[in-house]
């Protein structure tokens, strides 16, 4: 089994309780015992507590650079100190945590034993080939945390794969899907006091690959980083579950047959942001894309996906290269099956999304964002009387309470880390 890091590998002990620090005493001797490079692999997290909560226990298996193993285990309290921010306004939004892991790769593939590192700036190469040439991917995927203490992650494999299969466009090396999930595992869990309470919104993780070598013609970059943080969120549409407004970009295109659309590169994003940005100075919460050929069919908005409701049937424009394949769509399209809706996966006319019954988004970020207009060539069409249609609330409902933890997972979708 391959090792993600220093917190990688996590046994669950139930004789033992502890914080994400164990008693002075106990690092002093390992750290005595071994060399200093240690040290950048196991930082005790800061204290500072705000309120109390009971968490399960483990024992870690930690690496040092020469080779060597073992195994932590040790007791304390049963409690850890959540932070002290204020959980019921949270927003979508970037607020430094404590911990971050960071994994190096050179050219053959074969990336380094991955460590957690207190959260912070990064060193890169001016001539690295993301700065240069945009060779980078990233992945988001959330935790929650459930009433009973437990964490749960939503399909962090479904993420994993997405990532091998974008690097493999871009030319780069991916961590194999084993990796990936440790990895998120061991963040998770160093950052555990940040994870909002049940109810309050959840952890947002972000997983980046990227060229962090110097390269100064164009090419594949000789090494590359792969990091994960992470970030207490709210709503991403400052809407909530409260209708968003959307508006059909007619003129700009985020994607092209043959392109790079179906994959998560970083360059992607910058290719919405005149069109999104223009759109919301004028009121609009996004921006919908139509396909770059035939200017009449739907692709995506700027972030997530987008779904029609006609009847019993739900239709949503198919993976064909220019979409991106998000995990919350896939995982509404078999939610919806299960509860006996018609799901069709191709082409999506203008004119078919302006006499829909109902119109939604999906995303990590968003989950399910019901759509209350669509403005295309300068007319609007409502959707329901307060734009929250019976269906997008039905299968809203059904995704995040396995999400949380609140209904049962029959599906196998969630993983729970403690």
Known sequence: ???????????????????????RTAVNNLLSSSSSTYKRHFSPLPL???KQSHFASYSYNCSINDGSAFQVAYSASATHSLANIDWDNLGFGVMPTDYMYSMKCSQDGN????????????ELSPASGILNYGQGLFEGLKAYKRHD??????????NALRMKMGAERICMPSPSVEQFVEAVKAT??????????PGKGSLYIRPLLMGSGAILGVAPAPEYTFLIYVSPVGNYFKE????????????????????TGGVKTIGNYAAVLKAQSAAKAKGYSDVLYLDSVNRRYLEEVSSCNVFIVKGNLIATPAIKGTILPGITRKSIIDVALSQGFQVEERQVSVDELLDA???FCTGT??????????????KRVSYGSDGVGRVSKQLYSTLTSLQMGLATDNMNWTVALK
């Open 1 to 23: 089994m391959e090792s993600g890091g220093a917190l990688a590998g996590l046994h669950r002990n139930p004789t033992f309780h502890h914080l994400l620090r164990p008693p």
């Open 48 to 50: 500072k507590f705000q």
């Open 111 to 122: 990336f380094s034993k991955g460590e957690l590192q207190h959260f912070g700036n990064i």
């Open 149 to 158: 203490g437990n964490i749960l992650l939503f399909r962090p494999e479904e």
């Open 188 to 197: 998770v869990l160093a950052n555990e006091r940040w994870i909002p309470p």
């Open 240 to 259: 909530g579950m409260a209708p968003i407004n959307l508006v059909i970009e007619t003129e700009m295109h985020r994607a092209t047959p043959g392109g």
């Open 357 to 359: 019954d109902e119109v």
């Open 365 to 378: 970020a968003v989950v399910v964002s019901p759509v209350g207009s669509i403005t295309h060539l300068g």
